[in-house]
C-alpha cells in the first residue's frame, strides 16, 4: 500500500514522517479556493479534500492519498499568508488585541484505494491559542527572522515565535498542519504500523 503526501509544506513531511517512515510526496495542483457561503471548519475541509482528491486522481492502484489545509481564524477573520512585512506586523498585531485568542483549524482528507474499494474520510481538527503580550520590537525582530512570510497569520509556533504563546489547547501537531492521532487511527487500519 502506497503511502502519499499531497503537500510540499515541510512541516507536514516531518509529522507524517513520525508515524510512516516511507511516503511519496506528489504536490496537488489544485487551486485553494475559499468559499465564504461554508464555515471556516467546512471551508478547510473542502481545501483539504480538494487537494488529496487532484493527487488521487492523477495516481493509481492501491494507496492512501493524505491532504491537509490549515486556516488561522479569530472573531470570524481568516488570516492567510502575509503579503508583505508591513501586512505580517498588522496580523501579529489584531491576534494580540482584545482576548489575544485565535483559532488554528486545520483540515484533514485521507482518500484509500484498497482492491478496487474507495473510501474518503474528511474532519478537522481546532486548536485554540493563546498568545501573550507582545512589544512593537519584539515583533521586528520577529519579522527580521524571515520566518513570517510563508505562514498562515504570519508566524509558526514551531519557531522563535514560540516564545509569545502563553498556551495551546488541542493537538500540537494540528497546530503545525498535520493532526497526526488522526491520520494514524486511519491509516493503522490499512498498514501496519
Known amino acids: 500500500m502506497k503511502i502519499i503526501l499531497a503537500s510540499q509544506s515541510p512541516r507536514r513531511k516531518e509529522l507524517l514522517a513520525l508515524i510512516v517512515p516511507k511516503f511519496e510526496v506528489i504536490v496537488s495542483n489544485q487551486e ?4 465564504d457561503k461554508l464555515s471556516v471548519e467546512e471551508q478547510v475541509t473542502q481545501i483539504a479534500y ?4 487532484n493527487v488521487y486522481d492523477r495516481t493509481e492502484g492501491d494507496r492512501i492519498v493524505i491532504g491537509s489545509d490549515t486556516i488561522v481564524t479569530k472573531n470570524g477573520k481568516i488570516y492567510g499568508k502575509p503579503k508583505n512585512r508591513k501586512h505580517a506586523k498588522e496580523m501579529i498585531k489584531e491576534l494580540i488585541t482584545g482576548d489575544k485568542v485565535h483559532e488554528i483549524i486545520t483540515g484533514l482528507s485521507i482518500l484509500i ?12 481538527d481546532a486548536v485554540k491559542v493563546y498568545l501573550k503580550d507582545i512589544s512593537d520590537e519584539e515583533i521586528e525582530t520577529w519579522l527580521d527572522t524571515g520566518n513570517a512570510m510563508d505562514k498562515a497569520a504570519a508566524y509558526g509556533i ?3 515565535f514560540c516564545v509569545h504563546v502563553e498556551k495551546i489547547e488541542g493537538n500540537y501537531t494540528s497546530a503545525l498542519g498535520l493532526p497526526t492521532h488522526k491520520v494514524y487511527d486511519v491509516i493503522k487500519k490499512y498498514i501496519n504500523l
Do not use: S, V
Request: no cysteine; glycine share 4%.
Open 32 to 35: 485553494e479556493i475559499l468559499n
Open 50 to 53: 480538494t487537494k488529496a482528491k
Open 113 to 124: 484505494e484498497e482492491n478496487g474499494i474507495f473510501k474518503e474520510y474528511k474532519t478537522y
Open 158 to 160: 514551531q519557531n522563535e
